[in-house]
């Protein structure tokens, strides 16, 4: 229980307590945690002694406080969940409490490296369906190891960014021609943030996930499936993805999600060696995306056929280095049924199946459309964890 009015209850209580960064109009950047509808101000939390981290909330970012790793990250949670249970602390605290009406969130973290996953099995197969219907939907490898790409870590931004619809070329009957992409989606992913890095040379083993993951974002990596669908062969996704991928204000701790494990799919075949996590858990985070304020689908993430510590060491396998800020996420989150896809792609089957959206059909974005992704998770003793939202509108391309 805290004694922040309105928190208890809500998937903003003590069992959550999400971190971000914020600001009042036009002052710097400070670093503060959510309680209920409002934001404990830890720059001056630090300031005045209530909380230690070695000077890390007095940044703009939280990349020096994730740097600090998983012993200093468990010992400032206890005690900023100490400041806002126990009622002493109360006259301290209280004043350093700004209401998120007052406040606009920024992006919460300096962004190393970025890796965009395509760990579902059902999206996976669902756009081998639709891609390439005359042959199998997963290609040989993708039971044996979890396929990704590395994005542009420059065109990550935070919820709430507009997106320019991006221009490139596409295919035609009459040859390729340049021009907006006329077919953009979304994919509903959930992306995880590392705190500490690694040494190159050095792979990271699924054992070691908790170590170097600080917490978990959501995110939407938009697609430009005409410009996608004509480029990804034989290299796969670049410019019908590096134009902007969205990332949710607040970054839960991966400590707040601990009841939220539970068994991941069965794997077969067997994964090789450096890829067994045991045990083989994923995550039971709950989706739901609203297409201009019209739910339309909710990706089940337990579903997932790769697991976030599956991820992490087949990253790092080679010997790639890890660094603070280095942001992977999952892939597309589609589950067994069409209401449970992350992508328009798959919920209009390739934009032959018109989705009703209020008196319209639709298949892909059009300009001034809004998508909003949310997300919640089992806390403890029957408790919600909230893991915010990231949304985004639609703007023209530019011209010129």
Do not use: C
Request: charged share 15%; hydrophobic share 40%.
């Amino acid at each position: 229980m805290t004694w922040v009015e309105g928190a208890d209850g809500t998937p903003y209580g003590l069992q959550n307590l999400p971190y971000g960064v914020f600001r009042r109009g036009d002052g710097a950047a400070r670093i503060g945690v959510r309680i209920g509808d409002l934001v404990l101000d830890l720059t001056a939390a630090e300031e005045a002694g209530l909380v230690l981290a070695g000077g890390a909330f007095g940044a703009a970012t939280l990349n020096e406080f994730m740097a600090l790793g998983r012993a200093q990250w468990t010992t400032v949670r206890r005690r900023i969940r100490e400041l806002l249970a126990e009622p002493e602390h109360r006259a301290a605290v209280e004043p350093l409490l700004v209401p998120l009406a007052q406040v606009r969130m920024t992006m919460p973290f300096a962004v190393g490296d970025y890796v965009d996953f395509y760990s579902s099995a059902h999206h996976a197969t669902n756009v081998g369906r639709i891609f390439r219907p005359d042959q199998a939907p997963l290609l040989p490898n993708w039971k044996h190891l979890p396929i990704g790409y590395h994005g542009r870590a420059g065109t990550v931004v935070v919820s709430g960014t507009p997106i320019t619809r991006p221009r490139g070329q596409r295919a035609t009957p009459q040859g390729p021609v340049f021009g907006p992409s006329v077919r953009l989606d979304i994919e509903a992913e959930v992306g995880f943030v590392v705190g500490v890095g690694s040494e190159l040379g050095q792979p990271v083993p699924v054992g070691s996930f908790a170590d170097h993951v600080f917490g978990v974002v959501l995110v939407n990596d938009w697609s430009a499936r005409d410009i996608q669908a004509w480029e990804y062969q034989p290299l796969g996704p670049f410019l019908g993805k590096s134009f902007a991928t969205s990332v949710s204000a607040w970054v839960v701790p991966l400590e707040a999600l601990a009841e939220a494990w539970v068994p991941a799919p069965e794997q077969d075949p067997a994964v090789l060696d450096y890829l067994r996590d045991t045990p083989h858990l994923g995550l039971d985070l709950r989706l739901s995306v609203q297409w201009n304020g019209e739910r339309v689908t909710e990706p089940p993430f337990a579903s997932m056929y790769w697991t976030p510590a599956q991820q992490l060491a087949h990253l790092t396998v080679n010997g790639a280095s890890l660094r603070t800020g280095d942001l992977y996420a999952s892939g597309t989150v589609s589950g067994p049924e069409r209401s449970q896809v992350g992508s328009f792609l798959e919920l209009s089957w390739g934009g032959t199946e018109p989705i009703a959206l209020g008196a319209a059909k639709r298949t892909f974005l059009d300009d001034g459309d809004t998508v909003t992704i949310t997300a919640t998770a089992p806390g403890p003793d029957g408790s919600t964890i909230g893991l915010g939202e990231v949304t985004g509108t639609i703007t023209p391309p530019i011209t010129g």
